[in-house]
């Protein structure tokens, strides 16, 4: 990492939109940092300069500044000032798979397979896939790398009629590019998003401290037919990753 002081280049603000000016300071300041124009470990002007240069106010800036403070993207440090933390994969609550999203994003992935077999499907997983008691299913988990660090701890489980595969298939492709190419296409799911602190073993598996904060999404997935495709059980790192929901008045 580099602690070089960098000037935030003027953006341009829309100051007759309803949109916050802090949030429109935020946002654009994010997307420099997403883009690499300002790196990981920059330091970034201070409050007074930076409100000069964007030609806001004080404390619209420092408003900007702990916007990007909560979510995780920079970091104040007694003696330092403000600094670039590693930006979180921000994700669409959308019908896709992680591995598409990190490829869409230019967060370079990789995928290390740390199960794969044919079990019979857990009780508490059947009734989502439609499956009766002891029907077999291809149980998979997968460490997910986004940008060369650890990233998700993922659990899916798929009925065996709907896709055969290799751990060379899974390290080199998402889960749902693989059902497309089988000509399974995810249309229709159920999510569940959720929190929780981790285990030792998880926490060593993902690079945390135990008891670090995880994000929590199961899925189920259905093709247009209603055929149940994969149920899914993944965990985040909290301080990498993001959900996004993006609302609308009906």
Same mark, same amino acid.
């Given at each position: &990492?580099t602690?070089?002081?960098? %000037?935030?280049?003027?953006?341009?603000?829309?100051?007759?939109?309803?949109?916050?000016? $802090?949030?429109q300071v935020?946002?654009?300041?994010?997307?420099?940092?997403?883009k690499g124009? =300002?790196?990981?470990?920059?330091?970034?002007?201070?409050?007074?300069?930076?409100?000069e240069r964007?030609? /806001?106010?004080r %404390?619209?800036?420092r408003?900007?500044?702990?916007y990007l403070? @909560?979510?995780?993207m920079?970091?104040?440090k007694?003696?330092? !000032?403000?600094?670039v933390?590693?930006p #979180?994969?921000?994700?669409? /609550?959308?019908?896709s798979s992680?591995?598409?999203?990190?490829?869409?994003g230019?967060?370079?992935?990789r995928?290390?397979?740390l199960?794969?077999?044919?079990i019979? /499907?857990?009780?508490? =997983?059947?009734?989502?896939?439609?499956?009766?008691?002891?029907? @077999?299913?291809?149980?998979?988990e997968?460490l997910?790398?986004?940008g !060369?660090?650890?990233l998700?701890? &993922?659990?899916?489980?798929?009925?065996?009629?709907?896709?055969?595969?290799t751990?060379?298939?899974?390290?080199?492709? !998402?889960? $749902?590019?693989?059902?497309?190419?089988?000509?399974?296409?995810?249309?229709?799911?159920?999510q569940? =998003?959720?929190?929780r602190?981790?285990?030792a073993? @998880?926490?060593r598996?993902?690079?945390? #401290?135990? !008891?670090?904060?995880?994000?929590? &999404?199961?899925?189920?997935?259905?093709d247009?037919s209603?055929?149940?495709?994969e149920?899914?059980?993944?965990? $985040?790192?909290?301080?990498r $990753?993001?959900?996004?929901?993006?609302?609308?008045?009906?």
């Open positions: &990492m602690s070089d002081l960098t %000037p935030v280049r003027p953006v341009h603000l829309d100051r007759s939109s309803p949109v916050p000016l $802090y949030y935020a946002t654009r300041l994010q997307e420099l940092i997403e124009e =300002i790196g990981v470990g920059a330091r970034i002007e201070n409050e007074v300069d930076l409100a964007l030609g /806001v106010s %404390p619209t800036t408003r900007a500044i702990q403070v @909560e979510r995780g920079l970091v104040r007694r003696g330092v !000032g403000t600094q933390v590693h #979180k994969v921000r994700r669409p /609550v959308e019908l992680l591995y598409d999203d990190l490829v869409a230019d967060r370079a992935p995928t290390e397979v199960d794969l077999r044919v019979p /499907v857990p009780d508490a =997983i059947a009734a989502s896939l439609s499956l009766a008691p002891g029907a @077999e299913v291809t149980w998979i997968r997910r790398y986004a !060369g660090e650890p998700a701890l &993922m659990h899916n489980a798929i009925p065996v009629d709907v896709l055969s595969v751990e060379a298939d899974l390290a080199a492709n !998402g889960l $749902y590019e693989l059902l497309r190419r089988a000509g399974h296409v995810p249309r229709i799911a159920t569940v =998003i959720g929190a602190s981790a285990t073993a @998880e926490a598996t993902l690079a945390e #401290k135990r !008891g670090a904060s995880l994000l929590t &999404m199961t899925r189920t997935a259905w247009a209603g055929k149940a495709l149920y899914g059980s993944h965990l $985040y790192r909290a301080s $990753y993001s959900f996004e929901l993006n609302l609308s008045a009906g």
